[in-house]
């Protein structure tokens, strides 16, 4: 049986002298460690520290390779990737008004491009697109804030995507009109006969625009995105957005997306500005909608029954409007009452977002394990760096301090998990299976924070070098490791799993 052990807060005293027995011998570490953290002399919690870690890089949970135009769908010479054909298509568009404003030209195969809407959450959710599933082709384009839909580049784009269309034999239809009556490339699937338009976002990559409305502004979300890679990663830089951050951008969509599902469905959205139907709505799409919102907080057999719903059911709108409103509708609510719920998914399904990006091939990260009433979700190992440099800091520790201060080292792997208040550890018949870290520690056990405490501690003029801010840090897991190794019941010895050969 697998059983979660809680720090137990008496043992913070023990764990402070292991800090100091480990500095005593290093006064340059000591003095790395009082500049990353407010005050060293009560404890290393993840509050206390003084540079809180910022998302400055964007990770792809899809490849590049599903976002298709199948010949077989929609003819042409063969099949045409859409992320190098769009990059293609703006990058013309920008040499082209080069012409007039040169600086444009720093921007070639540089402003970021993505898939968006049901083309990328389709890619997320089946690793291809679903053409039944998907209407519209959906990109945002980010580009200078000089550039807008008013200054005719929108034009520019779709003249030369029918251009590139043409040298694969694809031939856009004649006066193609999108939901609002304005011109629109379109294709149509020779197999449904469903017309699919290239829709285009352009997005004004004002300063801070990560920050911003998802929608509107171009606001990030590590969900259902393909970015180039490190096309985003500076502009999340300088935009100093923290974790928190991030998850009250990801509430306000939620909301916005509800409020407008629920007013096409009920007409019960009371904002100003919206009190609108969303041009071409049906009833039926409501079940795709509310399936998006699941998947953004993570409830994954729900976003399943939603989906089977879309596909399959029968009946008549009425019928559907009331399944919809007494199944799902205050399930999914963006009341006051849930809004702690909706965080907590939100930060939830980032975390699991972020794991599964660093580490693709990892199949533990997302599984969950219950333990004393509380479903601990495992995220990704710690880099084995910080992992080998903080056991070998331990051992040197244990055999400097007393017979009472000193406890068995912990065996196992490391890992971060969510919903983990402190360092814990998961057992097996005695034995430490694995050593769990608070999800929150992912974010400060990375080279990108190392970077970010280099920087700001140069903006001070108290400069750090690299490797001893590297060193800080393994005391620092150091001693959040002395912590579980302090737990009632933990033991050394061999790590065994009968049950599953050890897949911690």
Known sequence: MVARQPFAKRNGSIVLETVRAALSR????????ELIFQNTAESLSFQGLRFQPFIVAHRNLVSVEPFLLPKERFGGTQDVELVPLVRHVVDEALRSYARGSPHLLEHVGKTPTSPYGSMGLSVSRWGHVDWDYTRDLDWRIFLPPEIGHLSGFKSELEQNLTQELHKYKL????FGKDAQGLPQVQLR?????VVHGFHFFLIAMKPGFVRGNI??????SPHFAYFPEGSLDEYLESANLQWSALIAQQRDDYIEMFDQLSFNIFGE???????????EWYLHKAFKWYASLARARGLSALEEDLLYQYEHFQGSEAELAYLARYRYYARMAASRPHLEDIDRDLARAASIAYARARNPQDPLVGQHISADRAEIILLETVPENYVVAARKLLEQVESSLPDQLGCSPVAGRIRFADNLAAPSCVQ????VQAALIPAEWSMVFCDSYVWQVVKKT??????IAEEDIRQALAVLLASLLKQVSQLPGVSSGPVTDNSNG???
């Open 171 to 174: 031939y856009p239809l004649l």
């Open 269 to 279: 959205n009371t904002s100003k500005d919206r009190l609108y139907k969303t041009r």
């Open 189 to 193: 699937d020779k197999r449904t006969a």
């Open 458 to 463: 140069a903006e001070e003029k108290r400069p």
């Open 26 to 33: 290093n006064p340059i570490l000591l003095k790395t460690l």
């Open 502 to 504: 050890g897949w911690l």
């Open 428 to 431: 097996r018949d005695g034995h």
């Open 215 to 220: 929608h509107h502004d171009g606001g990030y």
